[in-house]
């Protein structure tokens, strides 16, 4: 069984729509990260839930908007899509106070 | 706030050679110290971690850090490598109080070649 699973794991679209990635976790963690990876491979936060409520929210633009509807799971949707948001999405979770993060397979996503 | 100082961009090394990857860090209150390890096409796998103790860790693989903390510094190594070894390798920190989120240095690519 994945441990953290994400949907869809490509997704190519086009400028202007709307998507939305999907992200669960079965290893009964309460905490939940969006990160994004650019083309350099930086690797940044972008959204963490802790028991379905949002705790870190980077500067990220508001058409981006992370929806946890239980402590297993954390959507991610995006509004108007842009050139620049072209990247792989990886969702991470962990037990607070360990932290120790697992990552997903990442959701690579084209916008042309 | 925390970063992570990553310099070696991209490494080379022949099968059997030793490694040390560099990771330094900026923060003022205690940490937690990661590194991760990224294979072409693959997602993050976590290779060790140190929270406290002991500041010689050893992880997967063969794999281990030494947290210098005179240095800030988290430096990964292998006396040996293998062409399987070949992968994206990332430092991370976190706050060790608050344990949220993590904050990546930006990547060494090492390529191992037979």
């Known amino acids: 069984d994945t441990a953290v699973s994400q949907t869809p794991k490509y997704l190519v679209t086009q400028m202007g729509n709307d998507k939305s990635i999907k992200c669960e976790q079965n290893?009964?963690?309460?905490?939940m990260y969006w990160y994004k990876q650019d083309s350099k491979k930086f690797l940044k936060i972008m959204f963490s839930?802790?028991?379905?409520?949002?705790?870190i929210n980077e500067t990220v633009p508001n058409r981006f908007s992370p929806k946890s509807p239980d402590k297993a799971h954390l959507n991610l949707h995006i509004n108007s899509l842009e050139l620049g948001d072209s990247a792989v999405y990886f969702c991470?979770?962990?037990?607070?106070?360990?932290?120790?993060?697992?990552f997903g397979a990442g959701t690579r996503l084209s916008v042309l | 706030a925390q970063s992570v100082s990553q310099h070696n961009h991209h490494v080379i090394l022949s099968e059997a050679a030793s490694l040390e990857l560099g990771c330094n860090y900026s923060?003022?209150?205690?940490?937690?110290l990661f590194w991760y390890v990224q294979y072409p096409g693959q997602h993050l796998q976590l290779l060790l971690k140190?929270?406290?103790?002991?500041?010689l860790v050893k992880g997967i693989k063969g794999f281990e850090a030494e947290f210098i903390k005179s240095k800030f510094s988290f430096n990964l190594r292998k006396p040996s490598v293998q062409w399987s070894d070949t992968a994206e390798y990332f430092c991370?920190?976190?706050?060790?109080?608050?344990?949220?989120?993590?904050?990546f240095g930006t990547g060494t690519r090492l390529q191992v070649t037979l």
């Open positions: 991470a979770s962990s037990q607070r106070v360990k932290n120790i993060q697992y």
């Open positions: 290893l009964g963690h309460d905490t």
């Open positions: 140190y929270f406290s103790g002991d500041p």
């Open positions: 991370a920190v976190n706050d060790a109080g608050t344990a949220s989120k993590l904050t």
């Open positions: 923060y003022g209150g205690t940490v937690n």
């Open positions: 839930y802790n028991n379905k409520e949002l705790i």
